[in-house]
């Protein structure tokens, strides 16, 4: 297991249960746990399906106990997984951990999802604290838009003076962030990447400048990314070699790993607009004839 990284910036290279269990307990102001499905995703040759149901939530519940262990009295805790597998998770959490929001991550999709079946939309999040009593919640820096009050206008006549309704509200526990496309600036080659805004509203809300943010299965890092960014300390716990180049590169953590350069990966349309620049630049002079070409 390798620690990459600075005591502030941290990338932990090895298994995420052996990583957490070295971490010592009530240290973390937030973690958000985005684990594998198992659902029979591709992660770079790894397929991510485990012989069992039962195996893969015996598994899980290792790792959501090792997580409580390790977040602070007020801390807080988010963790997503599949939708079947999301009533397991609060079965067993609801005893061991305050659930104080069952979120819906929502998103639109250009394909069609499935033909004799209602496809899926969305993925559900975990909203869970260890003191309901205590602990972040930064109201004013995650407002949204409240449309009665922005848009409609709507006079709340119930008021002893009757009032235009707000115009900014907490957003409410349906969530809509466009996933992550491969056109867009933030992608990465990773099959489950999350989008930057669904971690900047998390990060926002339940963390503090200074804090430390934790994501187990940090996969392209964009916990740690948007966590840095926003000026919090972070530890980012990553298996495989690949997504670990991701991280150093994306974090300006390291500018090789293992002897090799990290660069971001050249996409298909960037491939097509460096050689449309390339045969732009075979035409020369004020008249613009074309006078060499290279194949």
């Known amino acids: 297991m390798d620690i990459l990284g600075s005591e502030q910036h941290k990338i932990i290279h090895g298994d995420a249960l052996e990583a957490l269990r070295m971490l010592p307990d009530n240290s973390v102001d937030l973690i958000f746990a985005d684990p594998p499905y198992n659902i029979g995703k591709n992660f770079n040759g790894h397929i991510e399906k485990w012989k069992t149901e039962d195996a893969y939530l015996e598994w899980c519940y290792v790792w959501l106990d090792l997580c409580i262990q390790k977040l602070k009295p007020d801390g807080s805790f988010y963790v997503m ?20 929001s069952r979120l819906v991550w929502y ?45 409609r206008k709507l006079i709340d006549y119930r008021k002893s003076v009757p009032t235009v309704y707000n115009s900014e509200k907490v957003p409410g526990n349906v969530w809509e962030f466009a996933r992550v496309r491969y056109r867009m600036d933030e992608y990465e080659n990773h099959p489950t990447q999350k989008p930057i805004a669904l971690l900047e509203r998390i990060i926002k809300a339940s963390s503090n400048e200074g804090d430390l943010v934790m994501d187990p299965f940090s996969g392209t890092f964009t916990t740690c990314f948007v966590a840095k960014e926003l000026g919090r300390n972070f530890i980012g716990i990553e298996l495989q070699d690949e997504y670990v180049k991701i991280g150093l590169r994306r974090l300006q953590l390291a500018k090789e790993f293992k002897g090799e350069k990290l660069q971001k990966e050249i996409r298909t349309f960037e491939t097509e607009k460096l050689a449309a620049a390339n045969t732009l630049q075979l035409f020369e002079g004020s008249n613009g004839k074309y006078i060499h070409s290279k194949h």
Do not use: H
């Open 107 to 151: 998103y639109d999709s250009s394909g069609v999802q499935a033909k004799k079946y209602y496809g899926s939309m969305y993925e559900p999040i975990l909203f869970c604290v260890k003191d309901k009593n205590k602990y972040t919640f930064n109201t004013d820096d995650i407002l949204v838009e409240a449309k009665t009050g922005a848009k």
């Open 81 to 100: 997984t599949a939708t079947q597998f999301m009533p397991f998770f609060d079965i067993y959490l609801r005893n061991k951990i305050d659930i104080l």
